[in-house]
T-cell receptor
Framework: GQNIDQPTEMTATEGAIVQINCTYQ??????LFWYQQHAGEAPTFLSY??LDGLEEKGRFSSFLSRSKGYSYLLLKELQMKDSASYLC??????????WGAGTKLIIKP | GAVVSQHPSRVICKSGTSVKIECRSL??????MFWYRQFPKKSLMLMAT?????????EQGVEKDKFLINHASLTLSTLTVTSAHPEDSSFYIC?????????????FGPGTRLTVL
């Protein structure tokens, strides 16, 4: 079966750095996404990785290792507004998005 | 970026009634739209894939006679929850894939919160 694992919840301090991990087992791979979702709102796109390595975009970076079936989202200089759920999703061989359950990130002052 | 709208954003209805949710791509054409359902503290669950001009493809366990999907144009797909019951209360989100874009371009609507009393 297809499976995506990410921690249920994480807590971090304002101004700090946090890394949210995601591991996947899917039938084929055509890219991995990270989305941010605030409570009661739809997901918003953060990043897309299809090749191995680190993609940096401002305070957010995303890393992918296809051989390990592993990705992480790195958030720097955390702000209170970063409190949200972060969803990992993978395009399988049919370009169908397989979703993780999301990681709820709690930022404390 | 591309914009997808949903209407209504929030609806409360009585058990047994039907509710229609619209999903529109505002500035691009979408041959494919996706309908998701999300229960509290759970991830998105794909309900169906809606293709313009053809029948929708439903995921296993999703009743096609209860969740009617129509994708009549390249900018509009509708989801009708027929004879809604309290267990249908959920957050319904659509997304659209840009015809002219890369396969990885999928844009989400803001979601519709359905509460069935």
């Amino acid at each position: 079966g297809q499976n995506i694992d990410q921690p249920t919840e994480m807590t971090a301090t304002e101004g700090a750095i946090v890394q949210i991990n995601c591991t996947y087992q899917t039938s084929g791979f055509n890219g991995l996404f990270w989305y941010q979702q605030h409570a009661g709102e739809a997901p918003t796109f953060l990043s897309y990785n299809v090749l191995d390595g680190l993609e940096e975009k401002g305070r957010f970076s995303s890393f992918l290792s296809r051989s390990k079936g592993y990705s992480y989202l790195l958030l720097k200089e955390l702000q209170m507004k970063d409190s949200a759920s972060y969803l990992c999703a993978v395009f399988d061989s049919n370009y169908q998005l397989i979703w993780g359950a999301g990681t709820k990130l709690i930022i404390k002052p | 970026g591309a914009v997808v709208s949903q209407h209504p954003s929030r609806v409360i209805c009585k058990s047994g009634t039907s509710v229609k949710i619209e999903c529109r791509s505002l500035d691009f054409q979408a041959t494919t739209m996706f309908w998701y359902r999300q229960f509290p503290k759970k991830s998105l669950m794909l309900m169906a894939t809606s293709n313009e001009g053809s029948k929708a493809t439903y995921e296993q366990g999703v009743e096609k006679d209860k969740f009617l999907i129509n994708h009549a144009s390249l900018t509009l797909s509708t989801l009708t929850v027929t004879s809604a019951h309290p267990e249908d209360s959920s957050f319904y989100i659509c997304s659209a894939r840009d015809v002219g874009g890369e396969l990885n371009e999928q844009f989400f609507g803001p979601g519709t919160r359905l509460t069935v009393l």
